[in-house]
């Protein structure tokens, strides 16, 4: 299950979320793919890539932090207080398995609250895609791609 934007106090808050998230997007897009539709001279670069690959989704949206391996060595990773942990060792720490539902509502910020939450390090992503593209469809299938991925990086 994947989140819709909340309403009232909740929703003001994740307005407020997604406002910082931006920022940091804006900051970090162009550094791993070369973005589309980016454009030079004062117009913001493209939040939205067109590809729905969970590796291309990964590396747009996530590699800064978590590396482009997943390995936690992205370049933003040295200036959070909390280090993005390996997702490459989730399976190894859970006995073995992916944890395919926890991974996700991780993701989307549906396990509320959590410790993402709380440490506001790792962005919420439900929200933010919600926000940046109001497709429904399209949403399910970036999360369900991105989380897919994750499962396809896991250390045997
Ligand atoms: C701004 C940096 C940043 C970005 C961007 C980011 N993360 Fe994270 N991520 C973190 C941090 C920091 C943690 C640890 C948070 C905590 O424990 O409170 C984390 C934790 C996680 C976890 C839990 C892992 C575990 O071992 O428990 C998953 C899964 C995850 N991130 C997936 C993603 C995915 C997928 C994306 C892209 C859609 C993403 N992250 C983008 C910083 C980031």
Redesign the pocket.
């Known amino acids: 299950m994947a989140p819709q934007p909340g309403k009232g106090k909740q929703m003001r808050q994740s307005t407020r979320m997604i406002g910082g998230a931006l920022m940091?997007l804006a900051l970090m897009s162009g550094w791993d793919l070369g973005v589309a539709g980016q454009q030079r001279g004062g117009t913001p670069a493209q939040l939205v890539i067109p590809s729905m690959s969970g590796g291309d989704?990964?590396r747009f949206?996530?590699a800064?932090?978590?590396g482009r391996d997943g390995k936690g060595d992205g370049p933003?990773a040295a200036a959070?207080t909390?280090?993005?942990?390996d997702?490459t060792t989730?399976a190894m720490?859970n006995g073995g398995g992916f944890p395919t539902d926890q991974?996700e509502g991780?993701?989307t910020g549906n396990r509320v609250p959590t410790?993402?939450h709380?440490?506001a390090?790792?962005?919420v992503?439900g929200p933010i895609f919600w926000a940046l593209d109001p497709q429904d469809r399209m949403n399910r299938i970036r999360i369900e791609n991105?989380?897919a991925f994750?499962a396809s990086i896991q250390a045997k």
């Open positions: 940091t989704l990964f949206y996530c800064s932090c978590h933003v959070l909390r280090r993005p942990p997702l989730i720490r991974v991780f993701v410790l993402a709380g440490s390090e790792m962005p992503w991105v989380v994750v």
